[in-house]
């Protein structure tokens, strides 16, 4: 059993950077892929980046390609997102992510995350 927390959600403002930490404790996160998704007000949840285990494949939504970077540390039990040119649209929950899967090719899909942490709130004010 994996347990993940997602941290340092805030307020900034449309072009500043913000980091956003998963942390996972139990279980074998190490071994998992780890994503990330978000939820704006009145939307869907929608898959925002993932890493593999090792950290040598990525994958991100196109709407936060270039701007967005997953990584990871297996020795921290954690993962990251750094968000640079944060715009208004990026507004939303954060939640982190882990599933027994070995491919970021199908971590776009929410079936297939094993374990959810609680969501960090991101207000990106234009």
């Known amino acids: 059993q994996v347990q993940l927390q997602a941290s340092g959600g805030g307020l900034v403002q449309a072009g500043d950077s913000l980091r956003l930490t998963c942390s996972a404790s139990?279980?074998?996160?190490?071994?998992?892929?780890a994503s990330w998704f978000r939820q704006a007000p009145g939307k869907e949840r929608e898959f925002v980046a993932a890493?593999?285990?090792?950290?040598?494949?990525?994958n991100y939504a196109d709407s936060v390609k270039g701007r967005f970077t997953i990584s990871r540390d297996s020795a921290k039990n954690a993962a990251y997102l750094q968000m640079n040119r944060l715009k208004s649209e990026d507004t939303a929950v954060y939640y982190c992510?882990?599933?027994?899967?070995?491919?970021?090719?199908?971590?776009?899909?929410?079936?297939?995350?094993?374990?959810w942490g609680k969501g960090t709130l991101v207000t990106v004010s234009s």
């Open positions: 890493i593999n285990w090792d950290g040598s494949n990525t």
């Open positions: 139990g279980g074998s996160f190490r071994r998992h892929v």
């Open positions: 992510a882990c599933g027994r899967i070995t491919s970021v090719t199908v971590a776009p899909l929410p079936g297939r995350m094993d374990y």
